[in-house]
Nanobody, 115 residues
């Protein structure tokens, strides 16, 4: 089992930046993939960004060039730096960890982009 706790969400104006952080309750070295998903009202949860154990990253087309995912195995954290935020980025953001076929989820953190 692993618990994931997100932090860093909030209200930001369009064009602004936020940094989300996900803290795991145990070492993330053995986790195959860690990532961030988001879910907007009335929409399905979607992948935002993911990072493999070797550092390979994947991004949704809608966030490429604006968001950066990183993992710190020493601190057991995965961060998502979000720049040039748009109103359509508004959603609850969830941290996810995959160990083989098992997925773990955090409780989510709200990100609202509005003027």
């Amino acid at each position: 089992q692993v618990q994931l706790v997100e932090s860093g969400g909030g209200l930001v104006q369009p064009g602004g930046s936020l940094r989300l952080s996900c803290a795991a309750s145990r070492s993330i070295v053995s986790m195959n993939t860690m990532g961030w998903y988001r879910q907007a009202p009335g929409k399905q949860r979607e992948l935002v960004a993911a990072i493999g154990s070797g550092g390979t990253t994947t991004y949704a087309d809608s966030v490429k060039g604006r968001f950066t995912i990183s993992r710190d195995n020493a601190k057991n954290t995965v961060d998502l730096q979000m720049n040039s935020l748009k109103p359509e980025d508004t959603a609850v953001y969830y941290c996810n960890a995959r160990v083989l076929i098992t997925r773990y989820w955090g409780q989510g953190t709200q990100v609202t982009v509005s003027s």
